[in-house]
């Protein structure tokens, strides 16, 4: 099974919800005695674990078809003087090695597209938690309408400890309506043949 199939399947794990609409680890089958891509997670991978800020936009949790259910709505009506004014953020919550191989996945799609485009113009970056922020992966993405799982990969230079690394999903390079679905940030040891990992 490809890393890619292992997410797909892994995020339906998240259409369990409660009655606010949101998953949570008391909601999901008993694990399986098998190991899971899920034990790779190094941040909370629910659509409530995303830390939406910037000023002028609004953001509303709404049902969806995506993996889980439930998405992120983050509607910006003007664009930023920069891209990272308005974003939303998943933090680490366990320590990464030095040399270990990051994998990132992040289901995204474009609710409304900036005027005279067909899809949104969002950065997804891993990088630093704290500034300057430093850069791990960057990628430039253009979503469609439809869900689709976006990803990046690095290999760590240095420890970071619980909350010293994020992804970081940058919205303000235009106005547009961006929806985020569940994100997975996945430490998967050093030695990892990144080859293997899914790409855009």
């Known amino acids: 099974m490809t890393v890619r199939t292992l997410l797909t ?9 409660l009655s606010t609409g949101l998953a949570t680890a008391q909601d999901a089958p008993a694990p399986a005695a098998r190991s899971s891509i899920l034990d790779k997670a190094v941040n909370d991978v629910r659509v409530s674990g995303w830390i939406i800020y910037g000023p002028g936009q609004t953001t509303t949790l709404v049902e969806s078809t995506v993996q889980g259910g439930f998405a992120q709505r983050i509607d910006l009506p003007r664009a930023g003087a920069n891209p990272w004014d308005v974003g939303a953020a998943a933090v680490t919550t366990k320590p990464i090695q030095n040399g270990d191989v990051l994998a990132v996945a992040v289901w995204i799609r474009t609710e409304r597209a900036p005027a005279g485009s067909d ?3 969002v950065t997804l970056r891993l990088q630093g938690n704290a500034e300057p922020y430093p850069e791990i992966a960057t990628e430039s993405l ?9 990803f990046t990969q690095a290999t760590a230079t240095r420890d970071y400890a619980p909350g010293e690394a994020a992804v970081n999903i940058q919205l303000a390079a235009a106005s547009q309506t961006i929806e985020l679905g569940p994100i997975f940030i996945l430490d998967m ?6 080859s293997t990992l899914p790409t855009n």
């Open 142 to 150: 253009e979503p469609g309408s439809e869900w689709k799982l976006y």
């Open 189 to 194: 040891g050093p030695d990892f043949d990144r």
């Open 119 to 121: 899809t949104g113009r």
């Open 9 to 17: 399947a892994a995020s339906a794990v998240l259409s369990l919800t």
